[in-house]
């Protein structure tokens, strides 16, 4: 069965700091990841995917991500955050029609 | 519009009442999404539509939960005899054919009392 890990509930940095989230799945091909972001209030935006290819992905936001298959690892990263990227991350795996969708982790960014 | 719409943004309710939720789904996508998401939870999938197919009600979590869309139109969920444990948002999400992107609405903030 698909499943998604976040083991990150809540995640605080400060400004300007280099961030990683992680995500592990377990999914029995090769799976579409995605990563998506929702900000207070907002519906969920996406912020880059994963098909094939080029196993670092870039994204909007000066966000990127990692595919690791021995690791069954999708890890989010950006060098330096702002303080508009406080928000909640949530990581999907699966195929287009069907996604599942992680627990999420919530970004706080200390000034 | 531009986006996913839904209505009401807020609503509460009464246990034992029934409710109905509307998403208005951007023009031209085919398939169409409802999602639940508690309280400090992940999205949970609740049912999937494309196009006129048989939809995927495989993730609804009782009888008293159902959906109905017409061809690429709008969609309403309903919550029949509420409980208090019904309490999430509630988000839409409608995709392209041809496209792996869901686009996500506002949500519904449902309380039940």
């Known amino acids: 069965a698909q499943s998604v890990t976040q083991p990150d509930i809540h995640i605080t940095v400060s400004e300007g700091a280099s961030l990683e989230l992680r995500c592990n799945y377990s999914?029995?091909?090769?799976?579409?990841l995605f990563w998506y972001v929702q900000s207070p209030g907002q519906g969920l935006q996406l912020l880059l995917k994963?098909?094939?290819?080029?196993?670092l992905v870039q994204g909007i936001k000066g966000f990127e991500a990692e595919f690791k298959r021995s690791q069954s690892s999708f890890n989010l990263r950006k060098p330096s955050v702002h303080w508009s990227d406080a928000a909640e991350y949530f990581c999907?795996?699966?195929?287009?029609?069907?996604?599942?969708f992680g627990q999420g982790t919530r970004l706080t960014i200390n000034p | 519009g531009a986006g996913v719409s839904q209505s009401p943004s807020n609503k509460v309710t009464e246990k034992g009442k029934d409710v109905e939720l509307r998403c208005d789904p951007i023009?031209?996508?085919?398939?169409l999404y409802w999602y639940r998401q508690r309280l400090g939870q992940g999205l949970e999938f609740l049912i999937y539509?494309?196009?006129?197919?048989?939809?995927?009600k495989s993730g609804l979590p009782s009888d008293r939960f159902s959906a109905e869309r017409t061809g690429e139109s709008v969609s309403t969920l309903t919550i029949q005899r509420t409980q208090q444990e019904d309490s999430a948002v509630y988000l839409c999400?409608?995709?392209?054919?041809?496209?792996?992107?869901?686009?996500f609405g506002p949500g519904t903030r449902l309380t039940v009392t």
């Open positions: 023009s031209g996508h085919t398939a």
């Open positions: 994963y098909f094939s290819g080029d196993t």
């Open positions: 999914y029995g091909a090769t799976p579409y």
């Open positions: 539509f494309q196009g006129n197919s048989a939809p995927d």
């Open positions: 999907a795996v699966g195929a287009p029609q069907k996604l599942v």
């Open positions: 999400a409608t995709r392209r054919t041809v496209s792996y992107e869901q686009y």
